[in-house]
């Protein structure tokens, strides 16, 4: 969604604050279609995905000195730092990862990762997730409250001018397991194509509130229908189910939410971008791979050929079990701070004022004890939508302005 003269396009705000993106954004990576995901019946060599790995960071890299990288201590993250090590043995590697206040904290872990492929490890503490809102927004110029990228390229970029990251994995070797299994519990082979995405949008049921079309007023025009037409056309083809899901997972967030919003941050900060998984190779043969291949549906892991790689390099056991990637608790960040922030935003919203949200639908909820995380996501990105509207639209707060 971009401001153009002042205009906004309603169905981008519906979007944002449905699925969690805009599928109006040009992107970054290629758009997939379903015969890019049809399966190709042969055993995947984990090698030759290990390899192709250590050819981009050898061909992307080649006289830097020192490289950053993100680190959460999850599959991802582990695997592009170790083969970096493995490809790069003599360069000065700093790994930046994120302590959260109030959230599980999975810095140790990470630790113990950096030690083993001796890298420089930097932690950044979070006290209020929320507290440089109005400039990463001000840089994306796109109304997401959930910018970690931010804080990790600000810390990386007094450091380096390269910064590697794991992206890619969860969409090409089927890393979204906790809802993998929800969405064959909720469909079956003879479900329709709308059953099945109406099956995958409650799978993704914290990007959504039930009452979710009670949230907009006048100038947003939200459809149900609307909403179905985007993710229809991955839902109604000949794909397996669980192949339909890898095709609308690559098609919606990170597509239109991680990558540029990702590929904005780095620009800024003038920095040199590279997510090894997602080079052309991969993004080629990862998504013909079988189900079979990449999940074990049976006991729940993903990710397969990635794990058979650190477990070659003696890794594995490092990994944290539950990985929940650079993750705040939500709901202790809206006790701390975002109940807050949303009371002094939203009570006098412009957004409200201007007929994009309904004001009654904000004080139904805002006081409510107990908000369930569903509702708090959702007033979080009300409030990213309000924050982005007075930075871009009436212009009455400085991208310098911090929420504290």
């Known amino acids: 969604m971009e401001i153009s003269n002042s205009s906004i396009n309603p169905s981008s705000i519906v979007d944002i604050l449905t699925l969690r993106y805009d599928p109006s954004i040009n992107p970054n990576l290629p758009k997939k279609t379903w015969k890019d995901f049809e399966p190709i019946e042969k055993p995947v060599?984990?090698?030759?995905?290990?390899?192709?790995?250590?050819?981009?960071?050898?061909?992307?890299?080649t006289d830097e000195q020192e490289i950053s990288i993100a680190l959460s201590g999850g599959v991802d993250s582990t695997l592009i730092l170790s083969l970096l090590r493995k490809t790069k043995p003599d360069v000065k590697i700093n790994a930046i990862s994120i302590k959260f206040?109030?959230?599980?904290?999975?810095?140790?872990?990470a630790s113990k990762i950096a030690e083993k492929y001796n890298a420089d490890h930097h932690i950044i503490h979070l006290e209020n997730y929320l507290s440089e809102l109005p400039k990463a927004i001000s840089i994306i110029k796109l109304p997401f409250w959930d910018l970690h990228w931010y804080y990790v390229v600000k810390k990386s970029q007094t450091m380096s001018k390269t910064l590697l990251s794991g992206d890619g994995g969860?969409?090409?070797f089927a890393g979204y397991t906790f809802r993998y299994k929800k969405f064959l519990s909720l469909t079956s082979d003879n479900s329709s194509p709308i059953e099945k995405v109406r099956a995958y949008l409650e799978c993704h049921e914290r990007d959504r509130v039930p009452d979710q079309e009670s949230i907009f007023n006048q100038?947003?025009?939200?459809?149900?229908?609307?909403?179905?037409?985007?993710?229809?056309?991955?839902?109604?083809?000949?794909?397996?189910?669980?192949?339909?899901?890898?095709?609308?997972d690559y098609n919606g967030k990170l597509l239109y939410n991680f990558n540029p919003i990702n590929s904005r941050i780095n620009n800024y900060f003038k920095m040199n971008q590279l997510a090894p998984l997602l080079n052309n190779e991969l993004l080629t043969t990862a998504t013909h791979i079988p189900t079979k291949y990449k999940?074990?549906?049976?006991?729940?892991?993903?990710?397969?050929?990635?794990?058979?790689?650190?477990?070659?390099?003696?890794?594995?056991s490092l990994i944290t079990k539950e990985k929940l990637g650079f993750n705040v608790n939500t709901l202790n960040l809206w006790t701390s701070h975002g109940h807050d922030l949303c009371h002094e935003f939203l009570d006098k919203s412009r957004i409200v004022e201007d007929g994009w949200i309904n004001k009654?639908?904000?004080?139904?909820?805002?006081n409510k004890s107990d908000l369930d995380i569903k509702y708090v996501n959702k007033f979080l990105g009300i409030l990213a939508f309000e924050v982005w509207y007075r930075l871009f639209v009436t212009k009455e707060i400085s991208s310098e302005a911090t929420l504290d």
């Open 360 to 366: 009654d639908w904000i004080q139904k909820y805002i």
């Open 219 to 248: 100038k947003c025009e939200f459809s149900w229908d609307s909403i179905y037409s985007i993710l229809l056309p991955f839902f109604d083809n000949n794909l397996s189910r669980l192949e339909q899901v890898y095709l609308a």
């Open 295 to 316: 999940y074990d549906v049976d006991n729940d892991i993903g990710k397969l050929p990635l794990r058979t790689i650190l477990e070659k390099n003696n890794v594995a």
């Open 170 to 172: 969860d969409e090409l």
């Open 45 to 61: 060599n984990p090698l030759s995905i290990e390899n192709s790995i250590c050819n981009e960071i050898e061909k992307k890299l």
């Open 101 to 109: 206040a109030n959230s599980i904290d999975e810095t140790p872990a």
